[in-house]
């Protein structure tokens, strides 16, 4: 078996790489690509095949996949505009590899969403239909590392600020995401299946303050902003404009429900509990 990993230079990837390994599947057999391999030669020294995969130049696309099995197209993190032609690419070379499966990393509810960043995804998931290509749809939530990530700066101001309103977030840890796609790449019987993939246990984003709040004993707030304002703020801390509208707008489709779901898919595929958000913030904090 070969099993080819897009973007095992990421954290999603690369932790993706590490559960295969975990669940027995011989380093030989996977192959590990990114746009620039430096970052993950240490995986080649362990055994696995590393090649150059940029998703803007289809000539690398058709050498990584070459003799591929199945193909977990992790989507990509470039500038949603070209997310699309990228992605439609990548499908193009798993389907010339003659691949049996390819997983994408979708977006929960992506076929109903109307957010900026979710079109991508539902489009994407509707080339991989229109070219017949024998597929699995891993509907990822939100990461906890969205938050946790954030702990320095909250800790230094005391609020999170967003534009969800009182919208319900189902995010699961990198980690647990990962392993239900090694689960997926490893195992038969998901062709043509849609998992939708989140945390047990949804979260308001004054719920989340309040948690680091209870961790940390110190006032910790949700500030809710207009969108327009909030991206400004991002815009302010040193994000691309273009990136905070796009985050922004992802706000707004937390708020209307778009990243909550209670299927329990993921549970169900890793075989324990998600990550909870407490032991999420615990972890970063340490």
């Known amino acids: 078996m070969s099993i080819?990993?897009?973007?095992?230079?990421?954290?999603?990837?690369?932790?993706?790489?590490?559960?295969?390994?975990?669940?027995?599947?011989?380093?030989?057999?996977?192959?590990?690509?990114?746009?620039?391999t430096a970052g993950i030669k240490d995986l080649a020294d362990r055994g696995a095949v590393v090649r150059r995969a940029d998703f803007g130049d289809a000539d690398s696309l058709a050498t990584a996949f070459a003799?591929?099995?199945?193909?977990?197209?992790?989507?990509?993190?470039?500038?949603?505009?070209?997310?699309?032609?990228?992605?439609?690419?990548?499908i193009d070379a798993a389907q010339a590899a003659g691949?049996?499966?390819?997983?994408?990393?979708?977006?929960?509810?992506?076929?109903?969403?109307?957010t900026i960043i979710g079109a991508t995804h539902r489009g994407t998931e509707e080339y991989l239909r229109e070219r017949a290509v024998p597929s699995v749809l891993l509907r990822n939530g939100w990461y906890l590392e969205n938050y946790t990530?954030?702990?320095?700066v909250v800790l230094q101001h005391g609020t999170?600020?967003?534009?969800?309103?009182?919208?319900?977030?189902s995010a699961a840890s990198r980690a647990d995401y990962a392993e239900a796609a090694a689960l997926i790449l490893s195992t038969e019987?998901?062709?043509?299946?849609?998992?939708?993939?989140?945390?047990?246990?949804a979260f308001t984003m004054a719920e989340l303050a309040a948690t680091v709040a209870d961790r940390t004993g110190r006032p910790i707030t949700y500030t809710d902003l207009p969108a327009e304002q909030f991206a400004a703020a991002l815009a302010g801390a040193g994000v691309p404009a273009d990136v905070a509208h796009v985050l922004a707008d992802a706000d707004l489709g937390l708020g209307r429900g778009e990243l909550f779901s209670d299927s329990g898919d993921l549970s169900r595929l890793i075989g324990r509990p998600t990550t909870t958000l407490a032991a999420a913030i615990e972890e970063a904090l340490r």
């Open 99 to 114: 691949v049996s499966l390819v997983a994408y990393t979708s977006m929960t509810r992506a076929d109903t969403t109307a």
């Open 160 to 169: 999170f600020i967003g534009s969800t309103g009182a919208g319900r977030i």
């Open 67 to 90: 003799g591929a099995e199945k193909l977990l197209l992790i989507s990509a993190s470039i500038p949603v505009e070209d997310r699309l032609a990228n992605h439609r690419r990548a």
């Open 189 to 201: 019987g998901h062709v043509g299946k849609v998992y939708d993939l989140a945390g047990d246990e």
């Open 4 to 36: 080819v990993v897009t973007g095992a230079t990421g954290q999603l990837g690369r932790l993706v790489v590490e559960a295969l390994l975990r669940r027995g599947v011989p380093a030989a057999g996977i192959v590990a690509t990114g746009r620039d």
């Open 149 to 152: 990530s954030q702990l320095p």
